[in-house]
Protein backbone atom coordinates (compact mmCIF):
# COMPACT_ATOMS: atom_id res chain seq x y z
CA UNK A 1 0.00 0.00 0.00
CA UNK A 2 1.08 3.26 -0.70
CA UNK A 3 2.42 5.39 2.41
CA UNK A 4 4.43 7.74 3.81
CA UNK A 5 5.04 7.59 7.30
CA UNK A 6 6.97 10.27 9.17
CA UNK A 7 8.59 10.07 13.06
CA UNK A 8 11.36 11.53 14.47
CA UNK A 9 9.37 14.39 16.54
CA UNK A 10 9.11 14.70 20.61
CA UNK A 11 9.74 17.66 23.06
CA UNK A 12 12.94 19.55 23.37
CA UNK A 13 14.52 22.73 24.63
CA UNK A 14 14.97 25.78 23.01
CA UNK A 15 17.88 25.76 21.03
CA UNK A 16 18.04 21.86 21.04
CA UNK A 17 18.01 19.59 17.54
CA UNK A 18 15.89 17.09 16.22
CA UNK A 19 16.04 14.93 12.68
CA UNK A 20 12.57 14.60 10.92
CA UNK A 21 12.05 11.34 8.69
CA UNK A 22 9.79 11.07 6.41
CA UNK A 23 9.69 6.73 5.36
CA UNK A 24 8.26 5.93 1.30
CA UNK A 25 6.43 2.58 1.08
CA UNK A 26 4.83 1.33 -2.15
CA UNK A 27 6.55 3.92 -4.49
CA UNK A 28 10.09 5.17 -5.14
CA UNK A 29 10.86 8.88 -3.46
CA UNK A 30 13.63 9.33 -5.46
CA UNK A 31 11.02 10.41 -8.23
CA UNK A 32 8.89 12.73 -6.40
CA UNK A 33 9.20 16.16 -4.86
CA UNK A 34 8.71 16.49 -1.30
CA UNK A 35 7.28 18.44 0.88
CA UNK A 36 7.83 19.52 4.59
CA UNK A 37 4.59 21.47 6.24
CA UNK A 38 3.70 22.39 9.66
CA UNK A 39 0.54 23.28 11.77
CA UNK A 40 0.28 24.81 15.18
CA UNK A 41 -3.42 25.24 16.73
CA UNK A 42 -5.15 27.90 15.53
CA UNK A 43 -2.72 28.62 12.78
CA UNK A 44 -2.97 27.61 8.74
CA UNK A 45 -0.72 24.83 7.12
CA UNK A 46 2.43 26.55 6.33
CA UNK A 47 5.30 25.30 3.80
CA UNK A 48 8.64 24.53 5.60
CA UNK A 49 10.97 23.17 3.53
CA UNK A 50 10.78 21.62 -0.08
CA UNK A 51 13.13 19.42 -2.58
CA UNK A 52 12.45 18.93 -6.08
CA UNK A 53 12.93 14.91 -7.92
CA UNK A 54 14.56 16.58 -11.33
CA UNK A 55 17.27 18.84 -9.99
CA UNK A 56 17.54 18.51 -6.30
CA UNK A 57 16.87 22.02 -5.90
CA UNK A 58 15.24 22.99 -2.31
CA UNK A 59 13.59 25.58 -0.48
CA UNK A 60 13.05 27.02 2.71
CA UNK A 61 10.66 29.11 4.28
CA UNK A 62 12.53 32.42 5.46
CA UNK A 63 11.62 31.53 9.37
CA UNK A 64 14.07 28.27 9.45
CA UNK A 65 16.52 29.42 6.97
CA UNK A 66 20.17 28.68 8.23
CA UNK A 67 18.47 26.40 10.92
CA UNK A 68 16.82 23.67 9.53
CA UNK A 69 18.34 21.60 6.40
CA UNK A 70 16.23 18.54 3.87
CA UNK A 71 17.56 15.71 2.49
CA UNK A 72 17.50 12.22 0.51
CA UNK A 73 18.66 9.05 1.03
CA UNK A 74 17.40 7.42 -1.34
CA UNK A 75 19.29 3.92 -0.67
CA UNK A 76 16.30 4.20 2.23
CA UNK A 77 13.80 5.44 0.15
CA UNK A 78 13.64 8.53 3.24
CA UNK A 79 13.61 12.29 3.36
CA UNK A 80 14.96 13.94 6.11
CA UNK A 81 14.25 17.41 7.85
CA UNK A 82 17.28 17.94 10.12
CA UNK A 83 16.21 21.05 12.96
CA UNK A 84 18.41 23.08 14.54
CA UNK A 85 18.59 25.87 17.17
CA UNK A 86 14.85 25.46 17.82
CA UNK A 87 12.53 27.93 18.99
CA UNK A 88 8.72 28.05 20.65
CA UNK A 89 7.54 28.96 16.98
CA UNK A 90 8.41 26.05 15.38
CA UNK A 91 5.79 24.23 17.99
CA UNK A 92 3.97 22.13 15.66
CA UNK A 93 2.90 19.10 13.77
CA UNK A 94 4.33 18.33 10.98
CA UNK A 95 3.68 16.65 7.27
CA UNK A 96 5.39 15.25 4.64
CA UNK A 97 3.86 14.85 1.46
CA UNK A 98 4.78 13.43 -1.95
CA UNK A 99 4.02 14.81 -5.85
CA UNK A 100 5.17 13.47 -8.85
CA UNK A 101 6.32 15.80 -11.20
CA UNK A 102 4.40 16.05 -13.75
CA UNK A 103 4.53 18.76 -15.51
CA UNK A 104 7.61 19.78 -13.35
CA UNK A 105 7.03 22.92 -11.10
CA UNK A 106 9.23 25.01 -9.17
CA UNK A 107 10.36 23.97 -5.92
CA UNK A 108 9.06 27.08 -4.54
CA UNK A 109 5.74 26.56 -5.93
CA UNK A 110 5.66 22.95 -4.27
CA UNK A 111 5.91 24.95 -0.69
CA UNK A 112 2.60 26.36 -1.25
CA UNK A 113 0.20 25.47 0.91
CA UNK A 114 -2.30 24.88 -2.13
CA UNK A 115 -0.05 22.76 -3.95
CA UNK A 116 -2.16 19.56 -4.57
CA UNK A 117 0.15 16.53 -3.40
CA UNK A 118 -0.26 13.31 -3.81
CA UNK A 119 0.22 11.51 -0.97
CA UNK A 120 0.40 12.88 2.85
CA UNK A 121 2.04 11.42 5.93
CA UNK A 122 -0.06 10.93 9.14
CA UNK A 123 2.27 13.81 11.14
CA UNK A 124 4.77 14.01 13.96
CA UNK A 125 4.29 16.61 16.76
CA UNK A 126 7.04 18.52 17.07
CA UNK A 127 7.28 20.96 20.96
CA UNK A 128 10.02 23.10 21.54
CA UNK A 129 9.42 24.27 25.39
CA UNK A 130 11.50 25.07 28.68
Known amino acids: QVQLVESGGGLVQPGGSLRLSCAASGFTLHYYAIGWFRQAPGKEREGVSC????????YYADSVKGRFTISRDNAKNTVYLQMNSLKPEDTAVYYC???????????????????????WGQGTQVTVSS
Open 51 to 58: ISSSDGST
Open 97 to 119: AADILLPDPTVQATCDPSYEYDY
